[in-house]
């Protein structure tokens, strides 16, 4: 074990920085830059039963200190994911961490059941993708559609599921409970806001699909107040994101309570962000003289 | 391959009202540039990269030139940016244009801020090229000079006359056509322009290749989110401007 090594439901990873899914496709692209072996694991592109297509372009508008996105899920369906990415991803020496959507019930188990009979390492069950319109956050807004997903995966699957939680919600800490009730081994959060640009000459979205979702470091004290809330009210672990970008907020994400931690939007401004907050871990590390598992939750609020 | 490197400004010009012209040291990247290939640079203080076309690839000096325009905030932060100081990229990123031997004919066209890419394309192709470029008007016209010395057929249009002919370079196409018949047309500019080339190089079965825009996150073809609707037997499919292009067969794209 070294001091940035980090066991999260169950799973060893040597550090705790993991690229977001959708930000980081399944690593090709990135690998020319940096081994993916540096990185503590991958969350993948979310990847429902079949192919969808995504939605119109354009789907990227930039907003102060962060972005919208409405890709809608683009993905070429489990079966090539299984067959085509999972096998080189496997080889590469970081925790590969599938991360699923549906439309409805009957999607999520078949593809969970599908990824039980993989070596892939964990389930990220997404129910809150702001930009698909059947399904997808529709379970993340009530306790009981979180619950339901959360069983029916559970139901079907030994690997490790961990439940993305979307911040359009009024009570996150209580959507996380209602999962941790089913059997989850763990969260993740947050998802991105709902949100929409408009530009002032045309007098149309930006976005194609009008609205989309807010990630980048605008929603970075969002997430932290989050990821705090829900540390406090369950048990099982939390990994936190939400714009975060320096190994400062990474730690300020693991006092709130996240002991995992995804990078997004901050690879699009700097590839090597997930990099450059490693080294800064390490080195935080090493100067304190203290393992990273020493600070996860020990904010102490007033 | 594709380096992510701090490049050095070793050239700054302004070559016309809010446009600038650089020159930036990145060995890596020039070595394997190619044309129609673009620079992802850091705004410093926005969350996006700008992308922006390689007009120039020095692989001796190992130098990359690029010229933009300031549209909005992020292009004004690397307009400030001065001599001796360096710009954040990522490059080269996606795919090029195709070059066919230098011996072939063809007609490359740009049009506004589309005309940067063409320039290497000219040099390419040289005597064997007919370039048409379209500005505004005189005081929006760049790169004259570059295209001049390819040695290649030049024809300059305005919109209103003030330099070189005036009208748009779709008809200085059909003239072109009238009196040649090119192995290839290139353009970049526009999506109205780019759709007439296109529409004009089908009804020729002239080979065209376009090079488009789309806003982008990632430009490395991760994210998915510079989408461009394109068709594949029959079947609508979104490939990624990123990655895929910015350059696509015309006829594969389905123009909005
Ligand atoms: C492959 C490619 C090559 C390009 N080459 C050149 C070039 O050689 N010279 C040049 O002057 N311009 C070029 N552009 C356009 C240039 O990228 C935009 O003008 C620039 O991103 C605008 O940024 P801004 O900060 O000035 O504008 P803002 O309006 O502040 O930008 C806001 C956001 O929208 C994006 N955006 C705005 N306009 C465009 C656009 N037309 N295309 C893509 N994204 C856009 C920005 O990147 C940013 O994320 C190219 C675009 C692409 C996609
Ligand atoms: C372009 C883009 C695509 C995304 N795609 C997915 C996805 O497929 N599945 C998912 O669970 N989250 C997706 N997300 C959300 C991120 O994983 C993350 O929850 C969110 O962006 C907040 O983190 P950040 O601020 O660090 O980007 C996407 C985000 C972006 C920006
Ligand atoms: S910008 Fe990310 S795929 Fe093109």
């Given at each position: ?10 799973i ?39 192919l ?55 999607e ?48 079907v ?13 009024t ?21 991105t ?5 408009i ?23 969002v ?11 369950v ?68 | ?12 010009t ?32 926005y ?20 010229v ?32 066919l ?18 320039v ?13 470029f ?29 330099a ?11 003239e ?8 290839i ?5 526009p ?13 020729d ?5 376009i ?12 994210c ?33």
């Amino acid at each position: 074990m070294s001091a940035t090594s980090v066991t999260f439901a169950g799973i060893d990873f040597k550090n705790p920085i993991v690229p977001a899914s959708g930000t980081f496709g399944y690593g090709h692209e990135y690998e020319e830059l940096y081994p993916l072996s540096r990185l503590g694991g991958i969350s993948v592109k979310g990847t429902t039963g079949k192919l969808r297509p995504g939605n119109l372009p354009p789907r990227i508008a930039e907003t102060p200190s962060g972005m919208l996105n409405s890709v809608g899920l683009q993905n070429p369906g489990i079966d090539a994911f299984i067959r085509d990415e999972l096998p080189y991803l496997k080889t590469k020496d970081t925790v590969v961490i599938a991360n699923i959507a549906g439309s409805d019930e009957n999607e999520y188990r078949e593809i969970a059941e599908k990824l039980d009979a993989t070596d892939v390492d964990m389930i990220e069950v997404n129910i809150s993708c702001p930009n698909v319109k059947a399904g997808g956050a529709a379970f993340g807004v009530s306790c009981e559609g979180a619950a339901q997903i959360t069983r029916i995966v559970r139901s079907v699957t030994s690997k490790p599921v961990m439940m993305k939680l979307s911040p359009n919600v009024t009570s996150i800490a209580d959507i996380a409970k209602a999962c941790e009730a089913e059997g989850a081994d763990a969260v993740s959060l947050i998802n991105t806001l709902l949100g929409m640009r408009i530009d002032i000459r045309t007098r149309r979205p930006i976005l194609h699909n009008n609205v989309g979702g807010l990630s980048g470091p605008a929603v970075f004290p969002v997430a932290v107040r989050m990821v705090w809330q829900v540390a406090n009210a369950v048990k099982i672990p939390v990994c936190g994101m939400g714009g975060v970008s320096t190994w400062e907020d990474a730690v300020e994400m693991m006092l709130a309570g996240a002991s995992l931690i995804q990078v997004g939007a901050a690879i699009f401004t700097d590839p090597l962000a997930p990099v450059k907050i490693i080294e800064g871990l390490e080195e935080y590390t090493k100067r304190e003289n203290i393992s990273l598992t020493d600070i996860v939750g020990k904010v102490q609020p007033w | 391959m594709k380096y992510a490197c701090l490049a050095p400004i070793i050239r700054k010009t302004n070559i016309a009202k809010g446009i600038w012209d650089m020159e930036i040291l990145c060995p890596d990247a020039a070595r394997e540039a190619v044309p129609g290939q673009f620079v992802d640079i850091l705004a410093e203080g926005y969350t996006l990269r700008r992308p922006i076309s390689i007009c120039g690839i020095d692989r001796d000096k190992g130098t990359l030139r690029i010229v933009f325009e300031v549209r909005g905030k992020g292009t004004a932060v690397i307009a400030q940016k001065e001599v001796g100081s360096s710009l954040d990229i990522i490059a080269p990123l996606g795919h090029g244009f195709d070059l066919l031997d230098t011996d072939k004919r063809a007609v490359i066209i740009g049009g506004g801020i589309g005309t940067p890419p063409m320039v290497p394309l000219a040099q390419h192709y040289g005597a064997n090229a007919s370039v048409i470029f379209g500005f505004r008007d005189a005081r929006a016209v760049i790169l004259k000079e570059d295209i001049e010395r390819t040695g290649a057929d030049m024809i300059l249009c305005t919109d209103d006359g003030t330099a070189g002919r005036k009208g748009f370079v779709t008809d200085a196409l059909d003239e072109v056509l009238k009196a040649l018949r090119p192995d290839i047309i290139y353009a970049c500019g526009p999506m109205v322009m780019l759709r007439r080339i296109a529409e004009r190089a089908a009804k020729d079965d002239i080979r065209c290749q376009i090079s488009l825009e789309e806003r982008m996150a990632c430009g490395v073809g991760a994210c998915l989110g510079c989408a461009c609707v394109t068709k594949q037997d029959d079947k609508t499919v979104y490939k990624h401007v990123c990655k895929n292009g910015p350059v696509f067969d015309a006829k594969e794209v389905v123009f909005a």
